[in-house]
């Protein structure tokens, strides 16, 4: 071979490697396990630039371990299950199983050229019923620990595709794919009963030390943990059966500032009072229609009615608060009812505004002018000075104001101090197909039955059309009818499915043991559990994460998983995103066209077509189908081989930032690897012997050193900034062919993460034995990295002229009578003396002339 060629190359070693069972796990005791995962992907039937991201940055990870003698496990699965496959079968009138097994077959075979060190045999699909079987298992026995339940639920209602949706799936407060108007409608759901581990899940955050800061803040906001006041408005004119309005506040200090208190639509005083008032009913109604999401209700306009009815303010009964019906309160959070301060609050502010009602402060800035003309709303830990407050005008923080209230309200008999948590419980029914199918039947006589063990898996049914909205299971002729496993009467399934999050909330111990007729084999979790490393994007930081902890500790208390193994991620990693210039021209009514990138051709720093059109550029943009900045990594591969694709992608910034992929840097990195090649093919042609066979020794110790480092600190661009630096050493080098052939050999061990296919032609071409992929990691001689010399740059008036290498331990003097004896420094000074000489010891030399 005269040249690099990654197309020759590549294949030969993936090979070699299946052949070998290199990336095989298996159990050993002798050696200490190292579990590395990636978050596994959904299957839209192609990878991206940034898959090969995420999986290089795992691959490097655990070929690092291997070599440092771990024994490694790592894994691949695919996130088989949900919409996307249902709505390609409802488009094209084909089957979602047919649809992504189509995908995944195309996938991994996009991602095995890429050379990642995966064990495919532990491969599955949440869609294989081998998979989801286990899953209705520990559905079963997280039913039988009170771990689920079933109650009615408010939710997003699609009318016309008649489904629930997640909140994430309303858009603007319709269906994301009907386009309907979403209604809020109440059905009886399954829940997970999350929320008795709140305080634990809380707590345990602390003890991820591992974890980036960002992410474990998202957590604990999404936990939410608040300490505040229960207590109850009395009703002046009270409808039979209601007399009392209960409210949970986190701010019981600005109880002097309210204004109004608002219910939720559905709340049941409003639906005592819509039942016997049209008026009341048809704003219920069109509350119901708004979205259920934060952001949803923090968009949508404020809308309020009032009910006629009034409260008593708890310390002046002569001041009375309005009830309005408001459709920014939902009844899934605290009481589903509010009293609205609007001083403190902005939308309490615009609400109160938009209705005339009183707007009165209860604290103000302890320095600077009160702005009336919005809500002062300061963090807690800012001290402010109240001016109706429960403890006089006295200057505190937020939470100092807020334990003062709680105090002064319980010595007053008026309610009482309550820690609460944001966390809701996980409601996992979906009126979908395409999901695992939940292991439960409906009898008249015995009510709600699991599934017996043995009767698992439900399967989902094969013969279903999508011509109909709506669940094909509730209209299957044969599968919903069954029978009773209890009594043996005739019973209906239940038609609802999992929630897709269920799926990927424990597939990380199921890699430990995947075909086995048990969710978990004690012996493989005890052995490969916790995940050493999980990498992931940041976009699944809190529900997924959050699910996943939470399964951790029901499969542990379900026996399914040890007790280490409660929080199932030791270290977390939060890579960024690859990004690309969009190409863009205009037509006549002014929209964007956008332009692959194999369309343009870059020309000075402007683009343009094959027809000379030239395009618009906006930079550096978020990969996305519909602007087509995408890049297909088969292409770059094809033309480049995968370990370019590899390098680039690791090299050009740390790696939790996002990277920009270019052209001219793929070129790049090519080059670059094609000059490492050529120094490993040319290394017999060198002299046997030459001089500084030292000098590379040091230099090789230090690539071990400095590279080591890079990895271990997920510093991978630093790594490979050192290994470009030694790669110049060797080129430069006039060492003899022994001492070079240490230093390849050596660079191939270093490049072998990154590289793998590359390092393992350069070890065969050194003459090595075995696979580099086997060979143990190499380790520097702490000798050979202390420095004897060290090189001084000479700086003449601030400007760098020269250098010198001396002696470490050089006395100042001597380091002087050679500066000036320098010719750089000789004819700046023209035969005259310098004005400063400064030496700073082991950094640089300062001439002043």
Excluded at 222 to 250: C, H, M, N
Excluded at 414 to 426: N, Q
Excluded at 589 to 618: C, F, N, T
Aim: glycine fraction near 8%.
């Amino acid at each position: 071979m005269s040249r690099y060629a990654p197309s020759e190359i590549e294949p030969k070693w993936q090979t070699a490697w299946t052949e070998a069972e290199v990336f095989l796990a298996k159990r050993d005791e002798t050696k200490p396990k190292y579990y590395v995962l990636e978050m596994f992907p959904y299957p839209s039937g192609r990878i991206h630039i940034g898959h090969v991201r995420n999986y290089t940055m795992g691959d490097v990870v655990a070929r690092f371990k291997s070599s440092t003698g771990h024994n490694v496990l790592h894994p691949m699965g695919w996130d088989a299950f949900g919409m996307p496959a249902e709505n390609a079968a409802m488009a094209s009138g084909g089957h979602p199983g047919t649809w992504t097994y189509q995908n995944i077959d195309t996938m991994r075979e996009q991602m095995k050229p890429l050379g990642l060190s995966i064990d495919w045999t532990r491969e599955f699909a949440t869609c294989d019923p081998e998979y989801y079987g286990q899953q209705q298992a520990m559905f079963i026995d997280m039913l039988h620990k009170g771990l689920v339940y079933r109650k009615n639920a408010t939710v997003n209602w699609d009318p016309v595709d008649m489904t629930v949706l997640a909140n994430e799936q309303v858009i603007d407060g319709c269906g994301w794919r009907s386009g309907a108007p979403v209604e809020r409608r109440e059905l009886v759901q399954w829940f997970f009963k999350i929320s008795d581990y709140s305080e634990d899940l809380l707590d345990a955050i602390d003890g991820l030390d591992n974890w980036p800061e960002k992410v474990k803040t998202m957590q604990r906001n999404w936990i939410g943990k608040s300490r505040g006041l229960q207590f109850a408005f009395s009703l002046i004119d009270r409808p039979e059966g209601a007399d009392r309005v209960e409210v949970y506040t986190t701010r019981p200090d600005t109880l002097m500032g309210a204004s109004f208190v608002g219910i939720s639509s559905d709340h049941p005083l409003a639906r005592k009072l819509a039942a016997d008032d049209p008026e009341i009913a048809a704003f219920c109604e069109e509350c119901r229609k708004g979205g259920t999401t934060e952001e949803a209700i923090e968009k949508a306009e404020k809308l309020g009615l009032d009910t006629g009815l009034t409260v008593r303010h708890p310390f002046d009964t002569s001041w009375k608060l309005p009830v309005y019906i408001a459709n920014f309160i939902l009844m899934d959070y605290g009481t589903g009812a509010i009293f609205g301060c609007p001083a403190h609050d902005q939308r309490d502010f615009d609400f109160a505004t938009k209705y005339g009602l009183p707007i009165t402060y209860v604290f103000e800035p302890v320095e600077g002018e009160l702005n009336t003309k919005e809500a002062f709303v300061p963090l807690k830990s800012e001290k402010v000075r109240y001016i109706r407050g429960f403890a006089g005008d006295e200057i505190q923080t937020g939470e100092e104001g807020v334990e003062t209230a709680v105090d002064f309200c319980e010595a007053n008999g008026v309610g009482h101090g309550v820690t609460k948590f944001r966390l809701r419980d996980w409601g996992l029914s979906r009126q979908r197909y395409w999901g695992c199918p939940i292991p439960v039947v409906h009898c008249e006589s015995c009510g709600v039955v699991p599934e017996k063990k043995e009767n698992l898996p439900v399967r989902l049914p094969e013969d279903v059309t999508f011509d109909v909205p709506g669940n094909p299971l509730d209209r299957h002729p044969t599968w919903r009818n069954t029978t009773c496993p209890q009594c043996g009467g005739a019973a209906l399934r239940e038609t609802d499915t999992m929630d897709t999050f269920v799926d990927s909330s424990w597939y990380y111990a199921r890699f430990t043991a995947p075909h086995a007729n048990t969710p978990t084999v004690k012996e493989d979790a005890e052995y490969w559990m916790n995940v050493d490393q999980y990498i992931g994007g940041i976009e699944h930081a809190i529900l997924h994460l959050l699910y996943s902890r939470f399964f951790a500790r029901a499969m542990n208390e379900t026996g399914h998983l040890p007790d280490k193994s409660r929080e199932p991620f030791n270290a977390l990693f939060t890579q960024g995103m690859v990004t690309h210039a969009i190409y863009q021209t205009r037509g006549a009514d002014g929209r964007p066209k956008y332009h692959y990138p194999e369309e343009v051709e870059l020309r000075d720093g402007k683009g343009y077509l094959k027809d000379g059109a030239e395009v618009e550029i906006v930079p550096s943009a978020k990969m996305s189908k519909s602007k087509n900045n995408v890049v297909d990594p088969v292409a770059i591969i094809e033309q480049y081989g995968a370990d370019t694709a590899r390098w680039f992608v690791l090299s050009d910034s740390p790696p939790e930032r996002d990277v920009e992929w270019t052209a001219a840097g793929a070129e790049a990195a090519n080059r670059h690897l094609a000059r490492v090649w050529r120094l490993a093919a040319e290394l017999e042609s060198m002299p046997e012997t030459g001089e500084g066979d030292e000098d590379l020794l040091r230099a090789t110790h230090k690539a071990m050193f400095e590279v080591t480092q890079g990895i271990e600190s997920f510093g991978f661009n630093s790594s490979i900034a050192k290994l470009y630096a030694f790669t110049n050493a060797v080129s430069k080098s006039k060492a003899g062919r022994e001492a070079k052939r240490f230093a390849l050999r050596t660079m191939a061990q270093l490049m072998s993460p990154m590289t793998p296919h590359l390092a393992e032609e350069m070890w065969a071409m050194l003459g090595s034995e075995g696979l580099v992929a086997q060979a143990p990691w190499p380790v520097p001689d702490e000798a050979m990295l202390v420095e004897d010399s060290v090189t001084l740059p000479i700086q003449i008036n601030g400007k760098r002229r020269d250098e010198i290498t001396v002696p470490k331990d050089m006395p100042k003097e001597e380091v002087e009578k050679l500066v000036l004896a320098n010719e750089a420094v000789q004819r700046a000074l023209e035969g005259g003396q310098p004005k400063k000489l400064i030496v700073v010891p082991g950094r640089i030399v300062n001439v002043v002339i």
